[in-house]
């Protein structure tokens, strides 16, 4: 009997000699752990304590992250915007194409992809080498008994189109234009063209794109170049056997991009029905040059016998991309 109350008398000062550490460690901020699940080893026990330090970690991260990095973020995004007001937005445009009468004071459209939508909104026109031209929609026109099915200007009054009229005469006769709204192209985001025609490629720069591009030149010129430094290029590169190379490229002071024309030629024809493996440059021209968050966006009428094939190259970080819009103007034979 003695010996059980001398057991009960233990047990209950080791009962309050425990749980008073434990209250005394608690009151110090010490926690003790009372969780008596066995682990497999010291190792797990090391990546418990890791895990919870970068828990704690991750938790603190978090806090700055959510505090401070929108702060900078809201700052960039505001200054890029404010930056870029003036940049065309490539999601905005639409393939709008029309050619100009006679006087020069009417266009009617001869391609849309999207069909009729939004025709009666577009109030610009481009072309001549980035000039923007005020338009206002007039009507629009079916075709005729006449219609030669040519996108040329003595067909004008037959072929089915919407027109527009431009105030002072100012357009080109039959020259491509491409139509738009102004809210979609920022005039301030055109590139001025200087207007320096057609020169050959300089010695130097046609080394630099043999050097980047691993095969000889045959010719090459600068079909347009630009207020901001940049040029629009024509490469033509030397044969390889039957297979022949084109490249339209763009040379701004970063360096030079490529949109690549590769043929198998029949020893006749290569890019045009008898052109012999040619290029002339005269045969190509550039509606407009703009700025986008991208890089520059410029588009090319490309004439042959036939007709005239129209492209948008856009700027990407190491090449030249072609937009996925196929636009041809027929005109011949009449």
Not at 97 to 119: H, V, W
Not at 275 to 280: A, R, Y
Not at 311 to 321: G, H, I, Q, V
Request: hydrophobic residues 40%.
């Amino acid at each position: 009997m003695k010996k059980n109350k001398l057991f009960i008398i233990i047990f209950a000062l080791l009962a309050i000699l425990l749980f008073g550490t434990a209250a005394l460690c608690n009151m110090c901020g010490i926690v003790v752990s009372t969780d008596t699940t066995t682990t497999s080893g010291s190792e797990s026990s090391s990546n418990s304590t890791s895990a919870s330090s970068a828990s704690s970690q991750t938790t603190v991260a978090d806090v700055v992250t959510e505090t401070t990095v929108p702060v900078e973020t809201t700052t960039e995004t505001s200054a890029e915007i404010a930056g870029n007001a003036d940049l065309t937005d490539i999601a905005t445009l639409a393939p709008f194409f029309a050619f100009a009468n006679d006087t020069g004071d009417k266009l009617i459209s001869f391609y849309s992809e999207d069909g009729a939508a939004g025709f009666e909104q577009l109030n610009g026109a481009i072309g001549d080498n980035g000039k923007f031209y005020p338009i206002e929609y007039i009507k629009k026109q079916n075709s005729n008994a006449q219609d030669s099915s040519r996108a040329v200007t003595s067909n004008f009054n037959n072929m089915e189109g919407y027109i527009y009229g431009s105030p002072g005469n100012a357009l080109t006769a039959n020259k491509t234009y491409y139509l738009c709204n102004s809210n979609a192209i920022n005039q301030n985001s055109l590139l001025e063209s200087l207007g320096n025609g057609i020169i050959v490629l300089d010695a130097a720069t046609k080394t630099q794109i043999e050097g980047i591009r691993g095969r000889g030149v045959s010719n090459a010129w600068t079909i347009n170049e630009y207020s901001d430094g940049s040029k629009i290029l024509v490469v033509l590169f030397a044969p390889d056997g039957n297979n022949f190379l084109m490249s339209i490229a763009i040379k701004t002071a970063e360096g030079i991009k490529f949109m690549d024309f590769p043929v198998v030629s029949d020893g006749q024809s290569a890019w045009r029905v008898d052109d012999g493996g040619k290029i002339d440059p005269k045969l190509f021209s550039i509606l407009f040059a703009t700025k986008t968050v991208d890089g520059l966006l410029f588009v090319v009428c490309w004439a042959g016998a036939e007709g005239e094939s129209i492209f948008f190259l856009s700027e990407k970080a190491d090449a030249l991309n072609q937009l996925p819009w196929e636009i041809y103007r027929y005109w011949s034979p009449v």
